[in-house]
């Protein structure tokens, strides 16, 4: 597949996509589908901001090898911005987190379109 094809045209596009990568166990895959400024907010309160950040945290969660679905239950847009409600589940296939192996929840996505015509998430919520 060619980089042109691999380029969310649509908000309803990127969540498949990134799921794809994410069950493919590729951090890299999942970070370019990721704004450069980019932040994931923590369960902790923390976050991770940027690519670099970013590809610290999949490389560290995506060796749990998790199988995730996902659901873009709600799409609002206004011009290059989205705001999504994405409902996911995951079955981690290579270890637990606090004596368990499978979540589900609801994000909060906010994403930006880009000169690409591309969209990609500024802001996740999970």
């Known amino acids: 597949m060619s980089d042109a094809e691999m380029i969310a045209?649509?908000?309803e596009e990127l969540l498949p996509m990134i799921t794809v990568a994410i069950n493919a166990g590729d951090p890299?895959?999942?970070v370019k589908y990721w704004d450069e400024e980019g932040c994931f907010a923590l369960p902790d309160g923390g976050t991770a901001?940027?690519?670099a950040e970013l590809l610290a945290l999949y490389e560290q969660r995506l060796a749990l090898r998790p199988e995730i679905t996902t659901r873009a239950a709600k799409v609002v847009q206004a011009g290059d911005i989205a705001l999504v409600t994405n409902v996911w589940s995951t079955r981690l296939r290579n270890g637990e987190i606090d004596g368990r192996?499978?979540?589900e929840g609801v994000?909060?996505?906010v994403l930006r379109r880009h000169a690409d015509r591309g969209w990609r998430i500024l802001v996740d919520s999970t």
């Open 9 to 11: 045209r649509t908000p």
């Open 28 to 30: 890299g895959g999942v």
């Open 101 to 103: 192996d499978s979540f």
């Open 107 to 109: 994000a909060t996505l």
């Open 49 to 51: 901001r940027g690519h």
